[in-house]
């Protein structure tokens, strides 16, 4: 009987803290606006050959970018991609860099160990993330030290001009 009497005042004390929750609503929803920054890479290009040991500058069209967009915190990972599959193998242990904003419109990169590879990437991650053309890095072997993670990361290809 007492658990009865408890689950009866517990259930009476939940329907009105709902009531109360439901009067207190606001009477509008607002709608808010997200801005997504999509700069375009333009560097590294389809015809770029890095090597290990490089360093390199990783370019992106700032045009179309507000002072928000400009202000926002870029990073810059290095992947690749493989035949019928959707991963971009991004390093994400291993940042080309970090920090910089995407106004900059570039970053210097140091290439890490990698092996030799004509399908590398760089993704710009923003608010959004972009990717380069793919573009080969000759490495120093067929293995090196850094790993890549399986990429959560969804990135459309990068529309053809």
Do not use: C
Not at 66 to 83: C, E, Q, S, W
């Amino acid at each position: 009987m007492f658990s009865t009497r408890l689950l009866t005042l517990a259930s009476a004390l939940l329907l009105s803290a709902s009531t109360s929750l439901v009067h207190a609503a606001p009477s509008a929803v607002h709608p808010v606006n997200f801005e997504v920054y999509a700069p375009h890479v333009t560097t590294p290009s389809a015809s770029s050959v890095w090597a290990v040991g490089d360093n390199q500058l990783v370019q992106w069209d700032t045009s179309s970018l507000d002072d928000a967009g400009k202000n926002a915190t870029g990073m810059i990972f290095l992947g690749y991609l493989t035949p019928n599959e959707t991963s971009e193998h991004l390093y994400i242990d291993h940042p080309l860099a970090s920090g910089f904003k995407l106004g900059d419109g570039q970053a210097n990169v140091t290439v890490f160990d990698v092996p030799t590879r004509d399908s590398y990437i760089v993704v710009l991650l923003g608010d959004s993330a972009n990717r380069s053309d793919k573009f080969t890095i000759n490495g120093s072997s067929a293995s090196s030290t850094a790993t890549p993670t399986e990429s959560a990361i969804v990135v459309a290809p990068t529309p053809s001009a």
